[in-house]
């Protein structure tokens, strides 16, 4: 989206923007590059509150976008972070869409789609609708088909599953279970466990960067995410590729030089 979203240059209180954030709602599960500007205004002009409160949800958001972009909004899971999310007590529902979302890479509405008959044992299919592949035209995104491997870890862990429904993540009678039930889950979990900065998504960020860590390529990892361009997957890789970089530096000076660790 166009990030210079107002001119604006009184500043709110930071208390007010989760109130005006809120009006972000009726926008749903929606991949971030996709919401333009247009978007934004037409939920301003929607707002029944007066002109200087429709001003501050512009201008929180514009904020958020902003500054949530280039900082990186999904930040990814520390190992001691996993660590410790997956040794507390949490419903099996809950434990199998984050293996599936750390283990695959796919986001939360993947996750939940994801039908038990889309697996072979050995490698997931996922079909993606990815809304950024029809740009201004609402979500009606282009489908992305992938073909995943499944990880032993992630195969041993479905191998020991006893799965009610036709979905991996469903409740104990079967029914699938709804992303905001998800979001509202994983949240009450993480905020319980000191874990405020990490959310779903931050799994995929986590998947993205230990696979770049691994040298995979911008392209490789694509195969896994579904992201359809290299610019979109290099938000999440970029610190790792710049460390494989540097690492890479230092050896080719030590070689110079002759020096050892």
């Not at 989760?18 to 301003?44: C, M, S, Y």
């Not at 029809?134 to 992630?154: D, S, T, W, Y």
């Not at 409740?171 to 992303?179: L, N, Y």
């Not at 931050?202 to 896994?224: F, W």
Request: proline letters at 4%.
């Amino acid at each position: 989206m166009n990030r210079r979203l107002s001119g604006l240059h009184w500043h709110p209180r930071p208390n007010h923007y989760a109130r005006v954030l809120d009006e972000l709602r009726p926008i749903g599960d929606f991949q971030t590059d996709n919401v333009r500007r247009q978007h934004i205004i037409k939920l301003r002009n929607k707002m029944t509150t007066n002109d200087r409160t429709r001003d501050l949800f512009v201008a929180a958001t514009s904020r958020a976008f902003t500054i949530g972009m280039d900082l990186g909004c999904f930040l990814p899971w520390p190992k001691a972070q996993r660590e410790k999310f997956e040794a507390s007590e949490m419903p099996q529902w809950l434990r199998t869409a984050y293996m599936l979302g750390l283990y695959t890479g796919q986001r939360e509405g993947d996750v939940l789609r994801l039908a038990r008959a889309w697996y072979d044992g050995a490698w997931f299919h996922v079909r993606q609708a990815r809304p950024e592949a029809n740009r201004g035209k609402g979500r009606k995104g282009r489908l992305v088909e992938l073909e995943i491997p499944a990880v032993k870890m992630l195969r041993d862990y479905l191998a020991g599953l006893t799965l009610p429904g036709l979905l991996f993540v469903t409740h104990e009678d079967g029914s699938p279970i709804k992303a905001q039930e998800l979001q509202h889950e994983l949240r009450k979990r993480l905020d319980a466990l000191g874990m405020q900065d990490c959310s779903f998504h931050g799994l995929c960020h986590t998947t993205c960067t230990a696979l770049a860590e691994a040298g995979a390529s911008d392209r490789q990892i694509m195969a896994i995410t579904g992201h359809l361009t290299e610019q979109m997957v290099s938000r999440y890789t970029k610190k790792a590729n710049q460390k494989l970089l540097a690492a890479d530096a230092m050896r080719s000076l030590r070689k110079g030089t002759g020096c050892s660790d």
